[in-house]
């Protein structure tokens, strides 16, 4: 029996995740498996009204599930920042989701910007790490106000967080087994503390796993041969911002946020997956927004229960309704409503 925490949280993220559990509730009962979920209301709403973010007992709370599905969070009514840090920062830091996992993936079906590209050429995986860098918020103002003010911004990095990344990156790239090739994205050529330390660690790690051939570019270059020849990647490992950034790339080279989903995991304990989209205040409401990202998003948490099968056939319907039925992945342009996209997924479950 499965425990999923549930936050819809703002904007569509409601809409799209109730898409994405009527699926989980198809699929279960193909395969015949259980589970029980819980609803909680975080987010903009609630934070507007109460005040609250996120209290510790939601933190003991969520520690009794096996794992947690996010809607989305970000409210034009609330300060930006505040429920990025209260909430998704929070949960990611919080329960040591070290891991931010993105699946770069172009569908049969789905328009891409890059010319002459298809789905055999965009296939690959970016591997964020989730805890440090610039993430952690450290810093400070210097002569604030004045004319000689500074700011510092911290990349902070340490040896056992860049390791466990790196380790999750190369036993990524092996269970995978596609190309077996793990790409390091980060910049040796001018942050020469921060990627000394990661490119020192992933040449040490790299000699445990000859069988997966690495490489090195640039996080510039990087973002070069994602458009040029997005084909040579099978799995790229980078820091949080670095990754943060590529990652929104990948969204759009795979088809757009519609379609874009990601993992925040710790493998030894709580893991959280989302559409990365966001919550599309404009289309709150509307039943027009595609909901094809938070049902990736369920397929991913399908995969980390070890639930493969199902997530194999989540996936192969994504594959047949962007193929055979969407006219495109973008918010009332699909030819179907929201619900109805989340019908057609569960019609071709197979
Ligand atoms: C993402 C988002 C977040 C990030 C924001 C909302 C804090 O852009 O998940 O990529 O920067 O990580
Ligand atoms: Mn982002």
């Known amino acids: 029996m499965y425990k999923i925490a549930v936050i819809p949280g703002d904007g569509t993220g409601p ?3 109730n898409e994405g559990l009527k699926v989980l509730d198809a699929v279960s009962k ?10 909680f209301k975080y987010g903009g709403e609630h934070y507007r009204k109460t005040g609250e973010l996120l209290p510790d007992y939601a933190f003991d ?9 996010l809607g989305a969070v970000g ?6 920042g505040i429920l990025e840090k209260g909430l998704l920062l929070n949960l990611r830091f919080g329960f040591e989701q070290y891991i931010n996992l993105r699946p770069v993936k172009l569908y049969p079906g789905v328009w891409t910007p890059i010319k002459d590209k298809g789905p055999e050429d965009i296939d690959f995986v970016v591997i964020r790490e989730n ?3 610039l993430y952690v918020g450290e810093g400070e103002f210097q002569n604030k106000g004045t004319k000689d003010e500074i700011a510092l911004q911290v990349s902070r990095n340490t ?8 380790r999750y990156a190369f036993e ?5 087994n596609k190309r077996k090739k793990l790409t390091l994205c980060g910049k040796t050529n001018v942050l020469t503390y921060a990627w000394d330390l990661w490119e020192r660690t992933f040449n040490e790690v790299a000699k445990e796993y000859k069988d997966i051939k690495t490489d090195y570019t640039h996080v510039d270059a990087t973002c070069m041969w994602m458009v040029k020849n997005p084909e040579w990647f099978d799995v790229i490992v980078t820091d949080n911002m670095f990754g943060d950034i590529i990652t929104d790339l990948g969204a759009m080279i795979q088809g757009g946020m519609g379609i874009a989903a990601g993992g925040n995991i710790n493998p030894e304990g709580i893991s959280m997956f989302e559409p990365i989209g966001g919550s599309a205040p404009k289309y709150t409401g509307k039943n027009v927004i595609n909901p094809l990202a938070a049902i990736c998003a369920l397929q991913m948490i399908l995969e980390h229960l070890g639930e493969a099968k199902g997530a194999a056939m989540i996936e192969n319907s994504v594959m047949k309704v962007t193929s055979e039925k969407l006219k ?9 409503s929201t619900s109805e996209v989340g019908d057609l997924v569960i019609k071709f479950l197979k």
Not at 75 to 80: A, G, L, S
Not at 159 to 166: A, N, P, T, W
């Open 159 to 166: 040896r056992k967080g860049v390791e466990r990344c790196i």
């Open 131 to 133: 805890n440090e860098g």
């Open 15 to 17: 809409e799209v995740v």
């Open 30 to 39: 193909k395969l015949n498996f259980e589970y029980t979920i819980k609803l």
């Open 172 to 176: 990524y790239t092996r269970k995978r």
């Open 75 to 80: 409210d034009p009514k609330v300060k930006p």
């Open 328 to 336: 495109s992945l973008s918010a009332g342009k699909m030819g179907y």
């Open 61 to 69: 709370e969520f520690r009794t599930f096996d794992c947690i599905y």
